[in-house]
């Protein structure tokens, strides 16, 4: 069994929004991870990746909790996409990845996970 069954498992009993909120944060979590762990392997600081490894987990968590409908846990991943999309990326973007050589991949990453912030934000005031 892995971690997104529960997720997925609940989605079919769930509200749209509520679904759409737990999809997005499981798929912030696993392009956060994947992300992290790539950069590591590429020489990245192993703090980077712990990091990213124990943001991953409690998104998925944060997921689950949606999808049980804790109410509490739409507010809270409201608080994570805005202070994520509006204070966190736009300093990751200018302090990390504009002085890297990006590639293709780190731009994909920030688009996708600039998206799935605003999709986490519109879904968590929805729901």
Known sequence: MNVISPVLAAAEFAEPWQAILAAALTTNAVVLAGYRIYRFTKGGPRADATGGAVLAALLVALAV???????????????????????????????????????????????????????????????
């Open 65 to 127: 909790l949606v999808m049980n409908d804790v109410s509490w846990a739409r507010w809270a991943a409201l608080v994570y996409g805005l202070v994520f999309a509006v204070v966190v990326m736009p300093i990751w973007v200018l302090g990390v990845l504009i002085p890297l050589p990006p590639g293709p991949l780190d731009y994909s990453f920030t688009g996708i996970y600039e998206a799935t912030l605003v999709v986490i934000g519109v879904a968590a005031f929805a729901a």
